[in-house]
Nanobody, 129 residues
Framework: QVDLAESGGGSVQSGGSLTLSCSVS???????????LGWFRQAPGKEREAVAG???????TYLDSVKGRFTISRDNDKKTLYLQMTILKPEDAGMYIC????????????????????WGHGTQVTVST
């Protein structure tokens, strides 16, 4: 069993910053270190999109529109995933959801949402002009 709980969302003005956290609880034989983790977001009326991913070697991938502004990181001792968001824009608003997937020998892309098995409930981010 893998449970994910996001926190840190809120309302900020355009140009502001937020840091999201995702606490992961595991009741499996597999270590937190072995999981690939990702952040996804969904705005009202839009499809879910992948924002950033980090694998078991700490390699990262980002959605083009957030490169240079967002940073994904993980603390394996605390079993926590982070997303530092800076220079926020109104188009960054949405429900931010963290996700996890077990090790996959095929190593699919980090932004492929269909490859993630475990999902949190999300934390809301609002960006005003």
């Amino acid at each position: 069993q893998v449970d994910l709980a996001e926190s840190g969302g809120g309302s900020v003005q355009s140009g502001g910053s937020l840091t999201l956290s995702c606490s992961v609880s595991l009741t499996t034989l597999y270590s937190f270190r072995s999981y690939t983790l990702g952040w996804f977001r969904q705005a009202p009326g839009k499809e879910r999109e992948a924002v950033a991913g980090i694998d078991d070697f700490d390699s990262t991938t980002y959605l083009d529109s957030v490169k240079g502004r967002f940073t994904i990181s993980r603390d394996n001792d605390k079993k926590t995933l982070y997303l530092q968001m800076t220079i926020l824009k109104p188009e960054d608003a949405g429900m931010y959801i963290c996700a996890a997937r077990r090790f996959n020998v095929d190593r699919p892309g980090l932004l492929q949402g269909s490859t993630y098995q475990y999902w949190g409930h999300g934390t809301q981010v609002t960006v005003s002009t």
